[in-house]
């Protein structure tokens, strides 16, 4: 549930914006329905392209800067020049922001260091909460003024807060409306899921054996260009994450009881109230609307988040297993074990020829070279899990943090900077 709430938050709030944009150009002038289609995938589609460019520059250039202060002075400009130059071209800043982000964020664990990855998550926390607290403030400054404009108008405080419930039982069941297929399509894919996996088993021992790997590939596998050992080795990984997103779709089923708390968790908050401040100064009706969208925000931080657990008690969705979690957790030992096992004994040979022991500091300095080795390792171990969806992503984030803290604590005790090869 978690992992939805978390991840819609997202990209719907920017798509939110680009929809807004367009209702408010179609207010001004005529439109049709596939004008407006093609600006929204148009505005989509540039701003993905831009952001993903504007990411991986982000990570070339922050990969090299050691000082952590100013890695993150440079995240904070990241938002900027990937928002900019989407807007001068009509698409959504907003968006090529939120996909630099993604991109950042998801390559950053093999590219930057732990004492940047933690200086940024700090740093950015901080800014989350001030820019919150402002737009919240902002509207406490104006809501005055806002409800004597509605007065002026002889709108009237009671139709906006009329309108006000309205909306938000809008908003409510629009989001019941799409969460129930949603939740219908993901147990779909899940049975279809498990009636598949005895086929991919045994694609997968075929393909492992050389005598009918060639013959399944040319059945099954891409016509890709490359050698035939490499686009085995890329089916192969595809079927194995087919089976890790089976496996997690079927040790974490939503059902009616976890959509419920999705739906009603769906709260209106400090994007509702931006997003209101960006109607034009001369749109019809703007101080009730303004007025309106505060109501929704308040109201529905109010009743829905002041009933949340309320809710979660009384329709008690599914906990986590902790079956399933413990299996988890001894396979994710296991694969850290090995990884460690492995560098230590390719390191034992290397430090006989190229690290005498002359003295104890020299001791002390091959001791910590081979323990950030295993740190390294063990991190790209993990990381090449997550892409295989091997782990749930609560795991592996738990067992990295593990790993950043034990190499700052070593670096911040002055281990070598160059970890034994």
Known sequence: MVTVLEGESLLNDATAFVILRAAIAGAAASVSLWGVLGNFVFAIAVAGIIGYVVGRLNLMVRARVEEAPVNTVISFAVPFLAAIPAEELGASGLVAAVVAGLVTGHGAARVLSPQHRLSDSQNWRTVELILEGAVFLVMGLELSTIVSDVRADHTGIGTAAGLAVLALLLTVS????????????LKFRADRGARLKPWIATTQDRLANPDTAEEVFDRFGSRSPG???????????????????????????????????????????AITLAAAQTLPEDAPGRPLLILIAFLVATGSLLLQGGTLPRLISLVKPAGVDESVAYDERLRLMSLLEHTAATVTNESGADEQEGYPAESDRAQGDDSRRLTLAVISAQRQ?????????????????????????????????????????
């Open 174 to 185: 629009v989001r019941a409306a799409y969460v129930a297929p949603l939740l219908a399509g």
């Open 227 to 269: 050698p035939l050992e490499e686009r085995v080795d890329r089916f192969s990984t595809r079927l194995r994450r087919l089976v890790a997103d089976i496996d997690y779709l079927l040790a974490q089923p939503l059902g009616w009881r976890e959509g419920t708390v999705i739906v009603w968790a769906g709260m209106r908050g």
């Open 381 to 421: 171990a993990l990381l090449d899990a997550r892409d295989d969806g091997s782990f749930s992503a609560d795991a592996l984030n738990a067992a990295l943090a593990v790993l950043d803290a034990d190499q700052i604590s070593l670096e911040l005790k002055g281990a070598p900077v160059d970890p034994m090869p």
